[in-house]
């Protein structure tokens, strides 16, 4: 289970340390993707194919179609070296407009890869009690 929340900068080539509390349960091998909201995601080898399958067991409908294409069309496998770095490949930097200071946030079984910038902007928290009564419709409780 991923949590947590990092930060890390990215290299000249496109490279950023994973953070090492995270790297456990992330693995060598795994899948960054993008993301929702303007981040991307990155999976476990094992989370991966888990998210795979639910993708295949979607509808026909042009909805689905739309959304495995978001998620397929532009995924990375990547791998660690032995410093600890991933590349984040171009056309997935420029999505999530990674440019110097990278964000990893741990959230159950993906991490949501943000820019410093975007991260600083997604704050709406001053909403959470009324997101919190809303899951109350799913079973959660607080």
Not at 9 to 14: C, I, P, S
Not at 16 to 42: H, M, N, Q, W, Y
Not at 76 to 92: F, M, N, S, V, Y
Request: with cysteine.
């Amino acid at each position: 289970m991923f949590m947590g929340t990092y930060e890390h900068g990215l290299d000249a080539k496109g490279r950023v340390i994973v953070p090492a509390k995270l790297r456990e349960d992330l693995g060598d091998s795994f899948v960054i993707t993008l993301g929702l909201d303007g981040c991307l995601f990155a999976y476990s080898m094992e989370e991966w194919q888990g998210f795979i399958d639910k993708l295949k067991s979607l509808p026909g409908t042009k909805e689905a179609r739309t959304l495995q294409r978001h998620f397929m069309a532009n995924a990375a496998p990547c791998e660690l070296d032995k410093q600890g770095r991933t590349l984040i490949p171009a056309i997935l930097r420029d999505h999530a407009k990674l440019q110097k200071d990278v964000v990893f946030v741990g959230v159950l079984n993906k991490i949501e890869i943000w820019s410093k910038e975007e991260w600083q902007g997604t704050d709406d928290y001053e909403n959470i009690e009324d997101i919190a009564e809303h899951m109350s419709e799913f079973g959660l409780s607080f």
